[in-house]
């Protein structure tokens, strides 16, 4: 039963400190999103990756937020240097293009919850 | 930018039909409507996808009148089980983003 992993599955850190978090997406989907969920704001798309290839990362706040796909197994999300508004849970999901971006069947791992105290 | 409006609740009981609608008014030509189902400390899971028309799977169905400007996810014979958020999501093409909802929580009552 292929699925997508995430780590770590929880996260308790102090603000100003580096948070990295990991996806596996399934293998063979060659789309990876990134999206944070917090009751106020829902779920927000903060990045997505296409072959590795970041294609849009608008949704994410440039000064302290990067994502990185290293290989086709492991895509990233670093936090650096981490506040008490980034905490929320992220979600990876990977996917197979076929078409336009909606047109995607994602698939979501089982989210990392980020505590910045 | 493909914005989407959901009821934010329902409330339902065994055995009954559960009709959820989407209004998503600016959606693009090119766009497709997918539904995801979300339970507490999980992610999203996909339900069902379609562009028009009506499109059934052995979850749900999915109706979207000519316009494209809603969509109706129709759950026949929900159980406790189905008690979830339920999400439409729209757009992604030319850089847009894709937007879910604010979702739609749905309480399954015996």
């Known amino acids: 039963d292929a699925r997508v992993t995430q780590t770590p599955r929880h996260k308790v850190t102090e603000m100003g400190q580096e948070v990295t978090m990991r996806c596996q997406p399934i293998l063979g989907h060659n789309t990876v999103f990134w999206y944070r969920q917090t009751m106020m704001q829902g779920l927000e798309l903060l990045a997505y990756?296409?072959?590795?290839?970041?294609?849009?990362d608008s949704g994410m706040p440039k000064d302290r937020f990067s994502a990185e796909m290293p290989d086709a197994t492991l895509a990233t999300l670093k936090i650096q240097p981490s506040e008490p508004r980034d905490s929320a849970v992220y979600f990876c999901?990977?996917?197979?293009?076929?078409?336009?971006?909606?047109?995607?069947?994602?698939?979501f791992g089982p989210g990392t919850r980020l505590t910045v105290t | 930018l493909a914005k989407t409006t959901q009821p934010i609740s329902m409330d339902s009981y065994e055995g009954q039909e559960v009709n959820i609608t989407c209004s998503h008014n600016n959606i693009a030509t090119n766009d497709y409507i997918t539904w995801y189902q979300q339970f507490p400390s999980q992610g999203p899971r996909f339900i069902i996808q379609?562009?028009?028309t009506k499109v059934t799977n052995e979850v749900a169905s999915l109706f979207i009148p000519a316009d494209r400007k809603s969509s109706t996810l129709s759950l026949p014979r929900v159980s406790l089980s189905d008690t979830a958020v339920y999400y439409c999501?729209?757009?992604?093409?030319?850089?847009?983003?894709?937007?879910f909802g604010k979702g739609t929580t749905l309480s399954v009552s015996s």
């Open positions: 990756f296409r072959n590795r290839a970041p294609l849009d």
């Open positions: 999501l729209v757009g992604g093409q030319a850089g847009t983003a894709l937007i």
């Open positions: 999901a990977s996917g197979l293009a076929s078409g336009t971006l909606s047109s995607y069947e994602q698939y």
């Open positions: 379609g562009y028009k």
